[in-house]
């Protein structure tokens, strides 16, 4: 009932930048967080940022200094600011956000956004 769409991603050489974005939409009762995380073939999917509804923001020891994470809580929008982009940041990112809908209002759950794929390479 709630639905991820994220958009932003694409091929970039080493020291560019990108913008991910995230759209929640649907039936949303609340959001407690939304943030990013990525998974390369073989590997564990990690977080790489996130941002609760009070604007704490939580990120990896990998890309701080480098990224920045923000929302507009109206839309219900999480931005990614990607910066100084290294070959090692190569992977699918995927957009979470962790609330509730007015279809199921039991319990908070984790939804998925498809993926977007972001590729550093010269």
């Known amino acids: 009932q709630v639905q991820l769409a994220e958009s932003g991603g694409g091929l970039v050489q080493p020291g560019g930048s990108l913008r991910l974005s995230c759209e929640a939409s649907?039936?949303?009762?609340?959001?407690?967080?939304m943030g990013w995380y990525r998974q390369t073939p073989g590997k564990q999917r990690e977080l790489v940022a996130s941002?609760?509804?009070?604007?704490?923001?939580n990120y990896a020891d990998s890309v701080k200094g480098r990224f920045a994470i923000s929302r507009e809580s109206a839309k219900n929008t999480v931005h990614l600011q990607m910066n100084n982009l290294k070959p090692e940041d190569t992977a699918v990112y995927y957009c979470?956000?962790?609330?509730?809908?007015?279809?199921?209002?039991?319990?908070?759950?984790?939804?998925w956004g498809q993926g977007t794929q972001v590729t550093v390479s010269s």
């Open positions: 941002i609760t509804s009070s604007a704490a923001t």
């Open positions: 649907g039936s949303i009762f609340r959001l407690n967080a």
């Open positions: 979470n956000a962790v609330g509730r809908s007015y279809s199921y209002l039991v319990q908070d759950y984790d939804y």
